[in-house]
Every structure is written in structure tokens, then in C-alpha cells.
């Protein structure tokens, strides 16, 4: 099947650029949504520093947003703390990448930076946020762990005037998506020319899935998609690891191979994919003609990538930039100025060591990216415009644009 056209553009747009430069659960309701309605809203006092301002039930549904228009026009400012705050829920490498944009974006923007850990936990990630919330907070960052048990308390934050940034659920002020299926056609098509160029047109193939995660589950669909044109590519397993981690990956993947010795693709996301070839290691089956890749530009997976062997690829979402850019414009929301509704990341994919020096250089020093146009446009693309006049405009559900411009 030819390649479609948005997973050639979504593959080469970026490296294109690069080689211009340089060739290249439910726990948390009950007591804790009790405590947060009693303590954090405040009752229906509407003055002030942020009693609740009855925002509605923002926008929900397919939402077509149009290209973001800065401005440097003032209007009302929330009256809260610079403080910028991360519920972090994983130490894993995307969420550290994540920490360390935000440090370099709070720096710049004037912002005190506040992080809470939860590992993962829904109660706890519940619990940092709330404790956010109290404490007094001019914006929000967070990743889902429980969206449900989530969803009321990132109402709050927006009803008291806080800009609330979050990756692929609501609800949100700022809200970034990367377009699953076209990632996912992009790692899909570098699997098949693999297949179909270097293992002779047949492979066992291993996909250690997401699909739990509905905003998730369209990235795989496309890759299964894209291999059923590959006449001998047989998908021996396609399973979700009980965690999204490298550990729960090498059992499920020792499991896999007490059935099928051999494999000769898999695909995860990093923390699973590499986890999956720490275990063909640990039983002998790893070979350098294998194909295995993931998603998110975690450092172990750059790490294999650049010293050869077989991992082949990752598709980065840029969570550096990405982050930089949260704290940027949450410096703009408490200034009364407009930012953007939506973040469209593109889907870069990674499959050399000179293109993981260049995505590496980026990442480790956002700021110039984010401050160059041009730059800025190879990783990011800008959506909408909403400002703390204007929260009533918040994103209520998944914000889920087909391709990023």
C-alpha cells in the first residue's frame, strides 16, 4: 500500500528541518472530592480570588479549533501566585523531560516551579492536586492517571482563574494532542519498509499496546493497520503490559517467548519497547537485524538508537518544548494575555545518531525553539485562543486534531 500522504509529511517535515540545520482508580473520589468541594471551591462566593465563577460546561465534543492569533492586548488578570505546578505522575523519562522544560520555561517566565510526585497512584495524584488547589496556584500541569477523578478538580482550578495545561484530556485551558493515528501510520510504515527491505518481507511481530487509554488506542490501530499490508507480517501478540513500564514489559515479554522464541518487530511505547529488549537480552533472542520501536524520545530508547543494534526508532512528542512552551504561556494567562486552547505536537520520528544529537540539543535547550517561529513550527503547531477573560471557553473533553499543519 503506498505510504499515505499525512505519515510522509508527519515523518519528514521535521527531520527535513533538522538536516537544514544539521542533516537533520476511582480511589480518589468520596472523601477527597468531599474535602476539595468543601475546602477548595470555596462555596458559591463569586468574588474575590476565585470562589467558583460558574465557567459552564466549556466545550465538549469534536472541536475544530482555528490557528492561534498572539496578542500582546491585556484584559482581566487572575489575582494568583506566579507559581507554576506539576503533578507529576511517573520518574519515568517522558515525565522527567516534561520537569526539566518546565524548570527552563519557569526560569524564564518569572515562575516559582512546585512539583508533586505520585508514581502513578490515583489517590495521590488526586491529592496533589487538591493540595495545589488550596495552596494557591497560577497554573496546573498534569498527565492523566484517573481522568475521572481528575476532571472535578481541574474545573476548580479553572472556575478560581488558574490556567490548567494538560496532554490529550480535559478539562483545560491549554490542552496538547498529538495526533495518534498519524504517529502511529508514521512507526507503522518504518516497520513495514523494514520488513518488507531487510527481513525479507516476513517478521513475528510483538505490539505491547496502550489501548486502555482511549486518547492512546487510535496510535496502535494504525500500526496494525499499516502491517496488515505486509503479507508476512504475522502479529503474535499484541497485549497491554499491566504497567506502562519497563519492568511489567520484560515479564510480559519473557511470557511471549516461552510461546514464540522468535520476534522480530516489536512496538511499544519506549518504556515498554525497551523493556521488551531487556528481556529478549536476558534469553539470548536479541538480534541486530531486529526492529523494535517506540514512542515518546525517552533517553534510554535515544540511547540504543544512537549506539546501534535493535532498536530502530522512537516518535518524539517533544515533551521538553512541549512543557517550555506550557510555562510560557501561563505566564501570558496571568498576565491577561491570550494563549493558545490547543497544542498539536507532530509525530518526529528518531532512527539515527545524528537525528538523536539534534533532537537531544533541542530538547536539553527549548527556550530557542520556542522563540524562533521556524523552529518552533518543526515540533509544534498552535490552536485556538483563550485567555482567564475567556475561560468559559475551556476544553471539557479530548481535543483531538487529524494532523498538525
Known amino acids: 500500500m503506498k505510504e499515505p500522504d499525512s505519515a510522509r509529511v508527519a515523518a519528514r517535515r521535521p527531520m527535513a528541518a533538522n538536516a537544514r540545520r544539521r542533516l537533520g482508580a476511582l480511589a480518589a473520589i468520596g472523601a477527597v472530592l468531599a474535602a476539595l468541594f468543601v475546602v477548595a471551591c470555596g462555596g458559591d462566593d463569586d468574588s474575590g480570588d476565585g470562589g467558583s465563577s460558574g465557567v459552564g460546561p466549556g466545550i465538549s465534543g469534536s472541536t475544530e479549533l482555528p490557528p492561534f492569533e498572539p496578542s500582546d492586548e491585556v484584559g482581566e488578570k487572575p489575582s ?21 522544560g518546565l524548570e527552563a520555561g519557569a526560569k524564564d517566565a518569572d515562575l516559582e516551579l512546585k512539583i508533586a510526585q505520585s508514581d502513578g497512584d490515583p489517590q495521590r495524584q488526586v491529592q496533589n492536586l487538591q493540595q495545589f488547589l488550596v495552596s494557591g496556584v497560577g497554573s496546573i500541569v498534569t498527565l492523566q492517571v484517573d481522568p475521572n477523578s481528575q476532571a472535578p478538580i481541574q474545573k476548580e482550578a479553572i472556575e478560581k482563574g488558574a490556567a490548567v495545561n494538560t496532554v490529550i484530556f480535559g478539562p483545560s485551558t491549554t490542552q496538547v494532542a498529538a495526533p495518534q493515528y498519524e504517529g502511529g501510520e508514521v512507526m507503522g510504515n518504518l516497520a513495514k519498509d523494514y520488513i518488507e527491505d531487510e527481513l525479507g518481507g516476513k517478521a513475528n511481530v510483538v505490539i505491547l499496546n496502550l489501548d486502555s487509554l482511549e486518547a492512546v488506542r487510535p496510535r496502535f490501530q494504525a500500526v496494525r493497520d499499516v502491517l496488515e499490508t505486509v503479507p508476512g507480517a504475522k502479529i503474535v501478540a499484541d497485549v497491554e503490559p499491566a504497567k506502562t513500564d519497563s519492568k511489567a514489559a520484560f515479564d510480559t515479554m519473557s511470557t511471549i517467548l516461552q510461546k514464540t522464541p522468535q520476534i522480530d518487530v516489536v512496538i511499544g511505547v519506549d518504556a515498554t519497547s525497551t523493556g521488551a529488549l531487556a528481556a529478549l537480552r536476558a534469553a539470548g533472542k536479541d538480534r541486530p537485524d531486529q526492529f523494535i520501536g517506540g514512542f515518546d524520545g525517552e533517553p534510554e530508547a535515544l540511547d540504543e538508537i544512537e549506539k546501534g543494534g535493535p532498536f530502530k526508532a522512537t516518535i518524539t512528542t517533544e515533551p521538553s518544548i512541549m512543557a517550555y512552551a506550557f510555562a510560557r504561556y501561563s505566564r501570558d494567562w496571568l498576565d491577561g494575555k491570550t494563549v493558545p486552547q490547543g497544542i498539536c505536537v507532530r509525530a518526529v520520528a528518531v532512527t539515527n545518531a545524528e537525528e538523536v544529537r539534534q533532537y537531544r540539543a533541542d530538547e536539553a535547550n527549548p527556550g530557542p525553539v520556542f522563540e524562533d517561529p521556524e523552529r518552533r513550527g518543526e515540533y509544534l503547531s498552535l490552536f485556538g485562543n483563550i485567555s482567564y477573560e475567556t475561560r468559559d471557553q475551556y476544553i471539557n473533553s479530548i481535543w483531538q486534531p487529524k494532523t498538525c499543519p
Open 80 to 100: 494568583l501566585p506566579a507559581i507554576i505546578a506539576y503533578a507529576q505522575d511517573s520518574p519515568r523519562g517522558y515525565q522527567q523531560a516534561i520537569a526539566e
